[in-house]
């Protein structure tokens, strides 16, 4: 917690207010009793109406200042506490943006979207709590007590037994429950997964009819952590029922003790009645700590999650004294590729050339390395072994920034972003015009649609781009990469969903582009890469062939059956060839 409190930096001022005007209104709070034992002491004993009127308007007043002293703390409370939420969640979404493919994979998406949403939520109530609250209770329950021994030190001794009870009940239970809550926070983790899969991929599940299975699966997670939740609320219950019973039993014991004082004429009734209402202070005040504490702790337990991710060091980083390339050359020079946590690698000793202006296909079957081959020309992923350049230096060389201005890549599951059409394709370059937006658009083989669109340019697209087909997806995500005009461009399997025609049209407008990046082809179709400069064939993590289509059909195996497999049996892409 101490490592997120400098994002309270620019709020010392409500940090130092607010508890300030707290502790101003249990300082008028603990004059009440006084006053109180005034009235009865003087004003009832003497029936002096008047002086009882005016005791009664010191109250009234006590009150009103006290309410006063109460907005204006939990103004400030509120003030500093919202703000250091808000900073707290930009850092950490900063944070998050620096992460790496690899460190997101190990870390999970699901645990960062509870961190910034119900983490930060629980700290901020906690902060809020703690500058209201955590002054003022230990002060009232201590100026009560002070107060007591000012009326009658020897009864006051039974507040001396009382509290340190009391503590015990209250903190006992804070340390207990503070590593429950952070079980039942990894716990909302994994609800949180399951329903994130399930509407992710609510069509496969229905398609598979796999609802009822996926309703049980969830439930049971649901109620795990269910249980564990009302497990550790039933110990935390538990605080309330038995700090009552220990004030009330001081209560008791007071009582028996101020009467036998005031037969011996030791102290008035009065300082009986103070005393109680002294001891009712600490009982309320004492209720608000506990409670107090289990907000905090819950406060302390989601601090720590989302300090952790701050605390993360991004496995990729860029150097400080890098230097850039130039060109759309690309090298992979004996690269091998294992992910954090897997047993076997998933590229093993690439080595190829790419020249700038060569248009290379990549092709395999499932699983066998493509999207890794690709990923590692941005630097999304870290080499394992060997190394690969890009513009003649090592992507590790280059700076982050530079290096994927360099890059432009439409990948293999298309994703817009809810704005409009023209907002999306300005993520290629903010500075492009209409004219370079157009231009893009028509090379992507998405000018047609897009100019059917009621409001062109500026069409609505919502969340995930569901307003739009799959294959108009793609284009327009191939589209985004091409408005950055890059040198070296990646089309990761992104032209799937498209057409045998549209994706030969798409390929030919791609090698009449008025510059020539470099382009890698990502592509379970031999037809769409059987033109390429160059070949990789990968199976299993391994190049098993590099070279023309012409010559693998003669010396590769594998893609000798890719293709026959397409061409000659499949008999769907036969009239393609051309």
């Given amino acids: 917690m101490k490592k997120l409190l400098i994002y309270l930096k620019e709020y010392r001022k409500e940090c130092v207010l607010g508890p300030l005007f707290k502790l101003l209104e249990a300082s008028f709070e603990l004059l009440v009793p006084l006053v109180m034992a005034a009235v009865i002491d003087t004003g009832i004993q003497n029936a002096d109406r008047g002086y009882v009127v005016r005791m009664c308007l010191v109250l009234v007043a006590l009150g009103v200042v006290g309410l006063g002293c109460s907005l204006t703390a939990q103004f400030f409370a509120a003030k500093a506490s919202v703000g250091f939420a808000a900073k707290l969640r930009a ?22 979207i509870t961190r910034m949403t119900s983490d930060i939520n629980q700290v901020q109530n906690g902060m809020n709590l703690t500058l209201r609250l955590l002054l003022r209770s230990p002060f009232v329950v201590f100026g009560a007590m002070a107060m007591a021994f000012t009326i009658d030190w020897k009864a006051a001794l039974i507040f001396v037994a009382v509290i340190p009870l009391l503590s015990l009940v209250v903190f006992g239970v804070m340390l207990w429950t503070m ?25 496969v599940v229905r398609a598979f009819g796999r609802e009822e299975a996926e309703i049980e699966g969830f439930e049971a997670q649901n109620n795990a952590l269910t249980h564990l939740q009302v497990f550790v609320g039933k110990v935390s219950a538990l605080m309330n029922p038995v700090t009552y019973i220990i004030v009330n039993l001081g209560a008791v014991a007071l009582i028996w003790a101020g009467a036998l004082r ?12 103070a005393l109680l209402n002294y001891m009712s202070q600490i009982l309320v005040e004492l209720v608000k700590l506990a409670n107090l504490i289990i907000n905090i702790t819950k406060a302390l ?3 720590n999650r989302v300090a952790a991710v701050l605390d993360l060091t991004p496995s990729l980083a860029s150097p400080a004294q890098g230097r850039a390339g130039g060109g759309g050359a690309v090298e992979f020079d004996h690269v091998s590729l294992t992910y954090p946590g897997a047993g076997a690698p998933s590229l093993t ?7 700038p202006g060569d248009v290379i296909g990549v092709i395999g079957g499932t699983g066998s390395g493509k999207t890794s081959l690709v990923n590692l020309i941005p630097r999304f992923y870290e080499a394992t072994e060997g190394r690969v350049l890009a513009g003649g230096a090592d992507v590790r060389d280059w700076p982050l920034d530079k290096l994927r201005r360099q890059v432009g890549v439409a990948p293999q599951k298309a994703v817009l972003f809810q704005g409009t059409i ?24 998405a000018k047609d649609f897009v100019e059917q669109k009621p409001k062109g340019l500026e069409e609505p697209v919502e969340q995930g781009g569901r307003n739009f087909s799959g294959g108009q997806r793609q284009r327009l995500t191939i589209a985004r990469a091409l408005v950055r005009r890059p040198e070296i461009l ?5 032209a799937s969903a498209l057409d045998l025609a549209t994706d030969a049209r798409l390929r030919q407008a791609l090698r009449s582009l008025d510059y020539r990046p470099t382009v890698f082809i990502v592509s379970q179709r031999a037809s769409s890469i059987r033109h390429a400069d160059q070949i990789i064939v990968l199976e299993d993590g391994a190049a098993v062939g590099i070279g023309t289509h012409e010559a693998l059909l003669e010396s590769c195996q594998v893609y000798r059956e890719i293709y026959e497999s397409q061409f000659e049996k499949g008999g769907g892409e036969h009239g393609q060839k051309g």
């Fill in 262 to 273: 005031v037969d011996a004429g030791l102290i008035t009734q009065g300082a009986v009645v």
């Fill in 422 to 445: 023209r907002e999306n394709l300005l993520w290629g370059n903010e500075n492009a015009d209409s004219a370079a937006l157009w231009k893009a658009l028509e090379t992507a083989q």
């Fill in 349 to 355: 000793d690439i080595t190829f050339t790419a020249r």
């Fill in 301 to 303: 337990a989601c601090a």
């Fill in 91 to 112: 850092a950490l979404f900063g944070r998050i943006q620096s992460l790496s493919y690899a460190d997101l994979d190990r870390e999970g998406t699901s645990t960062m």
């Fill in 179 to 203: 590593p429950r809550y952070k079980q039942v926070q990894a716990g909302l983790d994994q609800v949180l997964s399951a329903a994130r899969e399930n509407l992710t991929g609510v069509r």
């Fill in 490 to 494: 990646i089309l990761d399997d992104s």
